[in-house]
Every structure is written in structure tokens, then in C-alpha cells.
């Protein structure tokens, strides 16, 4: 009698250790495929600068992320200076002897940086589409507008439509 419930532990652990295994793997490439499945973003909503490159071919799409990854290192330094530059200013309005000005003047040296290190990672980004075919250069292209949505907007009023030539331009 000891050795047949001996047995019977022995396969409902082997049969439970099955399932748990096959649950374990099962459960894996669901969420694999369910990954793969997202939806694109909304229109609306603004995708990382560093997944612009989402739908280029996976050689292409890791050329770009370690190129985008260096020039986040070598820009590091002005974008923590602005961030320092930002807190300093925040911190100023507490004080008894707030210098507008010299916020004022902080808060420009914060931008200037930030624009420093923007325009550094954005002409690696240019350089980078130079080496793609004109179709690869296509899916970039549309990437950057998916993460650049709002900054590509037309500068008219918020929910209105312009009509007419941009200002400056004879109709």
C-alpha cells in the first residue's frame, strides 16, 4: 500500500509539474505575441525619440537605438547642467532675495542647453537616415512625426483649423 501512494504522488507531481511548466511557457508567448500586437499610438500621442525607429528592419532599428544611446552619453552633461540650472532657478522663488533677473537669466541658460544637447542628438538622427535606402528613410520619416507630433503641429489656434495662406504669404 505504501508503494502505490508512493506512485500516485509521483505522477500527480510529474502531471502538476507539467501543466505549472507548460503554463509558465504557454503564458511567455502570449505575452510575446500580444507585445508584437500593439496598436500604433494614437494620433494624438507622442512616441519616445529613441523608438522613431520602430519600424525599420531590426538590423537598422539597433544601428539606430546605439546610435541614438551614444549621443545621449556625450549630451548627458548639458542636460544635467540645465536640470541643475532649472532647480537652482525653482529654488530661488522660496528665497526672502529673489532676483527676477537672475531666474530669468538661469531658466535662459537651462534652454540654451537643452537645445545644445537637441540639436546634437538631432543632426545624429540626420547623419543616421543618410545611411538608409529611400524606403527605410520613409518609415524614419514617419516615426519622427509620430514622436514629434506636437512639435510639428500647425501653430494656429488649439482645436481650430487655419484657412488661407500661412501669414506672411500673399493669398
Same mark, same amino acid.
Given at each position: ?24 511557457? %504557454? ?46 552619453? +556625450? ?25 527676477? +533677473? ?33 524606403? +527605410? ?21 488649439? %482645436? ?12
Amino acid at each position: 500500500m505504501k508503494s502505490r501512494s508512493l506512485i500516485i504522488a509521483l505522477v500527480v507531481s510529474v502531471a502538476l509539474n507539467l501543466f505549472l511548466g507548460g503554463l509558465i511557457v %504557454g503564458g511567455s508567448v502570449v505575452a510575446r505575441r500580444l507585445a508584437d500586437l500593439q496598436p500604433p499610438p494614437a494620433a494624438g500621442q507622442r512616441l519616445p525619440l529613441w523608438r522613431a525607429a520602430d519600424d525599420l528592419p531590426p538590423p537598422k532599428r539597433r544601428a539606430y537605438r546605439q546610435m541614438f544611446r551614444q549621443a545621449a552619453l +556625450e549630451t548627458r552633461e548639458p542636460v544635467l547642467q540645465s536640470r541643475a540650472l532649472r532647480r537652482d532657478a525653482i529654488a530661488a522663488l522660496e528665497s526672502p532675495g529673489y532676483d527676477a +533677473e537672475a531666474a530669468v537669466a538661469a531658466m535662459g541658460q537651462a534652454r540654451a542647453k537643452d537645445m545644445e544637447a537637441r540639436s546634437e542628438v538631432e543632426a545624429r538622427i540626420m547623419r543616421f537616415a543618410a545611411t538608409l535606402t529611400p524606403d +527605410e528613410r520613409k518609415l524614419l520619416a514617419a516615426g519622427l512625426r509620430r514622436a514629434l507630433a506636437g512639435q510639428l503641429r500647425d501653430p494656429g489656434m488649439p %482645436g481650430q483649423r487655419r484657412r488661407g495662406p500661412p501669414p506672411g504669404e500673399a493669398p
